[in-house]
């Protein structure tokens, strides 16, 4: 199915486990984001990457990993949960260069609720 | 450094009326502007986007935003609310960010409430 889709939908998992959340888009798209949402803190980007190999920090990237060997894949690990994250992940992608970038729309996955107990 | 302020956290209005969502925005360069909506349970969608063409926008299910660089501002509107579009929306700047890349910043989001 064409799209950007998540798995797991739901995660719950002890502290001090490691934990990966995957994404995968259909579309080619250059650039992925994984973002955190959390009640009052909206959406925080944890890292971003603008292509296959190149992966920057974002707002909140302390206790993530994040690798992208493949443009469809963007997998975010959690290398040790700790109860500060649970949260609800979101991934989301936008499209090529050649769109001036900072007018592109980003598409976003259903998300994926994770339980840190 | 680009920001993005939702001016309220919760809006409640009645079936058939005016919405007006508030979002200011403080940007170093020419930012584009977004309003995604986020259903219950589900991932975001875009509702419209700002790209220094129009200063007004119009997006889906009859909304509406202003750019207003004077006033820093891009207000979402909808003459009259429906049941459906309790939600939470969020207002998105895209600006220059170190290295080439522009990064979106996410307001807090506001959480739309619709009365029968």
């Known amino acids: 199915d064409a799209g950007i889709t998540q798995s797991p939908r739901y995660k719950i998992t002890e502290t001090g486990r490691q934990v990966t959340l995957m994404c995968h888009q259909t579309?080619?798209?250059?650039?992925m984001f994984w973002y955190r949402q959390d009640l009052g803190h909206g959406l925080r980007l944890i890292y971003y990457?603008?292509?296959?190999?190149?992966?920057d920090k974002g707002e909140v990237p302390d206790g993530y990993v994040v690798s992208r060997s493949k443009t469809e894949n963007f997998p975010l690990t959690l290398e040790s949960a700790t109860r500060s994250q649970t949260s609800v992940y979101f991934c989301?992608?936008?499209?090529?260069?050649?769109?001036?970038?900072?007018?592109?729309?980003?598409?976003f996955g259903p998300g994926t609720r994770l339980t840190v107990t | 450094a680009q920001s993005v302020t939702q001016l309220d956290s919760h809006v409640s209005v009645s079936e058939g009326t005016p919405v007006l969502l508030r979002c200011n925005y403080s940007?170093?360069?020419?930012?584009?502007l977004f309003w995604y909506v986020q259903h219950p349970n589900k991932g975001l969608q875009l509702l419209l986007k700002y790209t220094s063409a129009a200063t007004l926008v119009k997006g889906i299910n009859g909304f509406e935003a202003e750019f207003k660089k004077s006033e820093t501002s891009f207000h979402l509107t909808k003459p009259s609310a429906h049941m459906s579009d309790a939600a939470e929306y969020f207002c998105?700047?895209?600006?220059?960010?170190?290295?080439?890349?522009?990064?979106?910043?996410f307001g807090r989001g506001t959480s739309l409430i619709v009365h029968p």
């Open positions: 989301a992608s936008s499209e090529s260069p050649g769109v001036v970038w900072r007018e592109a729309e980003q598409y």
């Open positions: 940007s170093s360069y020419s930012p584009s």
């Open positions: 998105v700047v895209s600006d220059h960010a170190s290295g080439g890349s522009y990064i979106p910043t």
């Open positions: 579309w080619s798209h250059s650039y």
């Open positions: 990457s603008a292509a296959a190999d190149i992966t």
